[in-house]
């Protein structure tokens, strides 16, 4: 069983820059793979990033890919997502996830609850 508490969203300008943080507790997160996924109003959820274990392997959708980075501290159990150059087309809440495996079309076992992000125009 993993456990993933997001924080870090808010409302901010076209432009900005935000940091997430995807805080995990639980014995099976431990080697685990994670992504980030996010959902706008009236929209499928969508894969955004991935990243392996020991963060040398990370995936990115075409359209964040630039402008987001992944990444990770094991020690600290903490997942990140650094965005920069945000789009209001960005808006939208944001999952952390958990696997046995990092990719685009892996299978993800846990989630966090979300956090909202919302850029302005």
């Known amino acids: 069983q993993v456990q993933l508490v997001e924080s870090g969203g808010g409302l901010v300008q076209a432009g900005d820059s935000l940091r997430l943080s995807c805080a995990a507790s639980?014995?099976?997160?431990?080697?685990?793979?994670n992504a980030w996924f996010r959902q706008a109003p009236g929209k499928e959820r969508e894969f955004v990033a991935a990243?392996?274990?020991?963060?040398?392997?990370?995936y990115y959708q075409d359209s964040v890919k630039g402008r987001f980075t992944i990444s990770r501290d094991n020690p600290k159990n903490m997942v990140y997502l650094q965005m920069i150059s945000l789009k209001p087309e960005d808006t939208a809440v944001y999952y952390c996830a958990a696997g046995r495996v990092a990719g685009r079309t892996a299978r993800y076992d846990y989630w966090g609850q979300g956090t909202q992000v919302t850029v302005s125009s």
């Open positions: 990243i392996s274990w020991y963060g040398g392997s990370t």
């Open positions: 639980g014995r099976a997160f431990s080697g685990s793979a």
